[in-house]
């Protein structure tokens, strides 16, 4: 057996080794042991935005969160759905939002939870970019100032949907933890200020022409447009009415007579519209949308939305159609036709469009007093959905059909309807007579229940939650 | 990528390698003589020199009752010469005249022979049950008697084991140890369990698992899989799943600071320690034990019937002055049949599942080498329609070495372990305690899946999305000893795990309703591949001599660990068909969610000193000095330590001869451990692939909120102990008294979302106490010739408390946790019943300023941790027979079962909600009905489900296991065989009406009673 010899062994050797032992785990060299290398699979933050191409993912990375979650998102999740539901656009026929469907949010609301989570993580994101890009030495100017811009248009527009579902809302424009953590409400009409502020800096950072082929990222006139937006619904009907006249004066942008054209990809009204995560793949709204058989799995539009269309509206025949079996008749939004995937790509969410800068434009005149450049602007819409210029003449009557007109225009889109019925005073009117669960203070959404408890000075929390 | 990990591995693997070819190619004959007169000069008491002088070899044999008794260690006293009896019991050793031959074996009394001129004894041994105290408990890097311990180290065995049909060993662990409470995450098949021993320390959920060392290998409980993948189940797989149970011998839970501070930074919450099976001494041994039986789930809850169900419904619209049923409302409007009924519980998960175990093992040895070899299967499949299964292969392999003057010494074991698991991807539990009872057939006539004219949302069509997970898992040790002198040992530990876990996720078009069209170019493959790799290596060296009275041991080592983890997570979109779903390389789209390598690195020196005085007076001292890679620059090192002191006051000779106490120790103990399970590279700011592509381009995103600060969080543990025997411990009684506090925390702190993230990790200044009484009785009630009948009971209460927390009123946590109250609390609204006259369910408005709402109200109070719980085991023996059970206790509150919708709405509800408030005046237990119109039955619902009406008794008694054994007498000595019946979950006690009690994840099927039968034929 080897041990006896292993007996034999001298101690003093043996006592040279475990003293050599002994030296080695004392030495600094081990202790060195329990540093490890960055991960592979992550950057180190600084270095993000030393290069462009890093960087330009980074902002990649926030639009392909945009597209799947937060306001903008096309799914069940996105504004389109909850709003249209919540308002008179859509049916529900599922059981997991049915609280949005029946105006009976609770404040501790899982589907409104995860919106506000999503959105403020997106504000994250777009300022941590912002960051990078202020701290970054070695981007060339002309790189760094467009993805400047765009993020700012990015925190922007996501503090524009805060605003108009939750009323005021703390304003983020930093990654810092411990200030964010602690943060108050900001009064709407600072939240607005700061929208502005933002959009008109990213107004000057940004290209006039879109950085890559597709219109996918926004350029300076996506950012007039949602300028024109924010404008409109302050009240600042003059600039309103210029940011709109910019995009639709740009040549970029030409009308569209076809109404089965406005949403396909390559689209010649298209502002801003979001590249999906793969070629082949196409709207989630399309996804969401249609149903081939009935009752719908879903959502569907409401037969009364349906029936309120004006005679002759070539947007009830082409952008929605009716499914039925036999008994019943149910109708689904029909502007995008894909459901699901084709060889490639035939059609991008569209986020931003030329229709919408037109009734902007067309409110503000209204507003402004230009009644017969307001007119013109409405009768484009009328007309190109097949219907006769329109009859009205006052400026109240041109008003409302103006607001009717952006109803059947810009149906299932991001939520324009339940903010038009709130921002006109209408909601209060219309509403109860189409929803037996509505009350006044469901205007707002309820701050998550739980960022009242982990954050006090968010309170007091909307009435009625 | 890596600096040079192999390199500091290497250095450690050189110098041991360098220890022994030193040893070999010196150890020539020349050093002979002087080495001997070292050791002489050196070793004091003992005598190498002087051994081939005056010894002569003694022989004989030991046997028992029943023959030759192999395996037992003959020693001599004082001197460090030892052997063991082979497997006829024989056994040959040097000795001298005067010297004291020791003969002991577990479970016998020792015998002790002088040695006097004559060269051959025989010695008959008597088994004993008397010697518990002299039981060996393995404390991770050393091992003590149970008698000479001085910490705290609770210990089960294979005999409890082996009665249990169960395929985790936690589920082994449930009401067996003081203090150690685990709950079951569910009944399917490769569930997770929740352990706690001795409370919850760190205010992060998931800080809270213990260190688990299976052979001195430390074995990662974090878990493989991802949440999404195994959707079905309340928590990711386990990976304990991968040890099997019948290969495990003992298994020992430390607990308090003397026993876990040598584990430092991870001995916060506990330390398990699995040891396997070893082969012993005797002739070869074939044991065969097959077992199958059936498996149901334990409880459900009272739901309406169609009758009352629909008068529910129909009263909820009357109530929102809805007259027109709305054409979604199926169950009520006319669309489905109001005179169906459906036990859709029974339904969905009342079904049978089976369970089939396979074990045979070869094991034997000589006195110098064991060995032993076994291989296990086992099939468990679902309570839900379709074909799901859990399917484990096991191997083991051991192997013992002991040069034959018993001074080198290998220990050699393995494990490798093959897990197949098919599971839903959705439990149907939920669904089927909200499914209207009068909702269709699940299949039409022609046996189709039934859509009902697409109004009914089928499902077992989810059934057709399920999960996959393929676990392959290696587990390899081997420890070499060696006795340089009687008093020196070197010993080197060296581990190696790999674990090979492969999953999919499959979501096939065919789980939606085939009238919405969604065809295959529509479904969804989920796969992730991970792989942990892990070596450690544990040097050590050992002294122990003895001065007088006085024996000193002390024990130097250190602990160089890597672990590294890869994951692959991968989804891919549209199939050209539904049955090319199960291979990524069909799908039309493919995206890399995840993809990355996490390094975890570990580096200790450990120490330990304990002294003996005369078996009277024990001192025990150890510390740590951790590093680890999880901690930023500058924040890597820390110090743990702990003194443990036992004094064993029936060895004062006052007490020597008592005629009732047998045996009686005070013992305390006090020290540091920490904690680092905070996950890897958390104090990196860093940027990863977002697995979302943009334009082709893969998005980047930030990692975390990032803090560089955090360090490590310490635990101090404080234990005072009283353990007695009476009647030559025929009741033995230990009751142990605990108090730990952990300070430093590392947690993370829930941030709101205005910061974009949900918490971010910090160390917090709060300071939280978990302090208790844990008592376990042995008693041995009978000890009769043919009957024996012996009980175990154990007991502890666990008391927690937030001690102190600067700063709690501005931070996060302010309506979380409260100073003085226990970290385990919840916050509710504080429930006044139905109020008269609106038929609302109506709260406490506990800040006064008029309005009901979470920051405000929600503050009502409630610990949900037990008050005490504890187990109460029975060992009965008549004459063949074995019966053998344990009932668990436990005395908790516990939520209620809490419907996912207000009542009236399209949702099943419990029986109790038939008490409604109709009309103005009306003292109902329940709030009116509403179909989900009114916001404000839908709001005050949602806080009742938030208040504490819905926190109700939920204590238990449960038969938790039953074995009946049968040893059928046979002829030939040497053949033994066994019948069993064993049963798990059996019985349950309990008012708690919302389904299981011991099980707190709603929403997930509870786990199951099983029965099961078997032989074991040993020969």
Redesign the interface.
Known sequence: ???????????V??AL??L???L??ANQ??????????????????T?FEDMT?A???M??????L??SGPLAGNGLGVSALAGMYADEL???Q?GN??FY???????EAGN?AL??NT??Q???A??IIEGLNNSTTLPVAGRDQLLGESLFVRATLHFYLVNLYGDV?Y?TT?D?IA????SRTPTATVYTLIQSDLEQAISLLPESYV?A?R??PNKFAAYAMLARVCLYRGAYAEASNAASTVLNSPLYVWEPDLNKVFVKNSTTTIWQF?P?????NTSEGNLFI?????P?NVALRNDFVGAFEANDQRKAKWTKAVT?GA?TWYHAYKYKQ???TPSSMEYSVVLRLAEQVLIRAEARARLGELTNAKADLDLIRITAGLLPTTAVSQSDLIAEILNQRRFELFTEFGNRFFDLKRSGLADTVLPTVK??W?PT?KLWPI?????????N??P?NP?? | ???K?IG?MG?YLF?LC???Q???A????K??T??KR??AV?GGDSSFVGMTIKQSIITGTVSDAHGGLPGVTVSVKNKPVSTITNENGQFSIAAEVGDVLVFSYIGYAAVTVTVDSRRVYDVIMQEDATTLKEVTVNAGYYTVKDKELTGSISKITSKELEKQPVTNVLAAMQGRMAGVDIIQDGGTAGGGFQIKIRGVNSLRADGNSPLYIIDGVPYSSESIGYASINSGMASPTSPLNSINPSDIESIEVLKDADATAIYGSRGANGVVLLTTKKGKVGRTKITVNATSGTGKATRFIDLMHTEQYLAMRKDGFAK???TTYP??AYDVNGTWDQNRYTDWQKELLGGTAEFKNLNVSVSGGSAQTQYLLSGTTNTETAVIPGDFRYRKAAGHFSMNHA???N??KLALSGGYTKQFNKQSTTDLTRLARNLAPNAPALYTADGELNWE???F?NPLALLRGYSTVKTNDLIANVTLN?A??PK?EIKANMGYTNLDNHEQRLQPSSI??P?????S??SLLYENVTTRESTIIE?Q?RWADSFGKGKLDIL?G?T?QKQTTGRLYTLG??FASNSLITNMASA??K?VL??????????A?FGRVNYNYNDKYIVNLTGRRD???RFG?GK??AYFGAAGAAWVFTNETSLKNSSWLSFGKLRASYGTTGNDQIG??QY???????G????????????R?FNPEFGWEKSTKLEVALETGFLSDRIVLTTAFYRNRSSNQLVGV?????????S?NANLDATVQNQGLEITVHTDNLRGKNLRWSTNVTIATARNKLISFPGLE?S?Y???YVVGEPITIVKLYQYKGVNAQTGLFEFADLNGDG?I????D?HYVADLTPKYFGGFQNQLKYKNWDLDFLFQFVKQQTYNYTPG?ANG???NQSTDYANVWQQSGDMAAYQMNTS????AA??AF?RYT?SDAIIVDGSYIRLKNIALTYTVPLKYKTMNCKLTVQGQNVLTFTNYKGGDPEFRATGFLPPLRVITGGVQLSF
């Open positions: 057996m080897k041990s006896i010899i292993l007996l034999r062994m001298p101690l050797r043996l080794a475990v050599g032992y002994a080695l785990m060299s081990c202790d060195n042991f329990v540093e490890v290398d960055r991960p592979n699979s992550q950057l180190i933050g600084k993000v890093t330009t993912a980074a990649s990375g926030l639009y392909a969160k597209r799947g049916d529900y026929y059981t049915i609280n029946n105006n009976s949010l609770i404040a501790a939870a506000w989570n403020y993580h504000i994250y994101e300022n941590s703390p983020i990654t933890y964010n953590s602690h943060v890559t597709e996918v990222r590249s995560a793969a070629n082949g793949n149903f081939t058989a009935g009752p799995a079996n019943n459901q699901a995937s037996t669960g009350s469901d998550p229940a739980n960022e009242l408890v982990i954050n006090p968010l309170n929390q009625g939650y | 990528m890596n600096k990990p500091n250095i110098l360098l220890c022994f030193v040893t070999f010196f150890g020539d004959k050093q002979e002087r080495s070292l050791f050196n929102d002055n809805i054409a979604s040069g034959e003057d001074r080198f004219n697409n109004t949302s060696y340089l002198t020196w939606n309703n009238s919405l069209n969604i065809s170019s529509s040097p060296i130097v250190g160089a979109q549209g039309n789209n995206f995840a993809s990355d390598v996490t390094e975890y690195k570990y580096q020196f590093g680890s890679s620059p890597q090192f890897d590279y990196l700011n860093t940027y990863a692939s977002s979302q592509a943009y334009q082709g381009i893969t998005g980047l995103e930030p990692t909120l829930p941030l709101s979302g205005t910061t974009g993230f949900s971010i501005t996060t302010a309506n979380t309005i709402n979470a920051a405000g929600k919708s709405t399209f949702f989900g119109a009114n916001s839908v709001t949602s938030a």
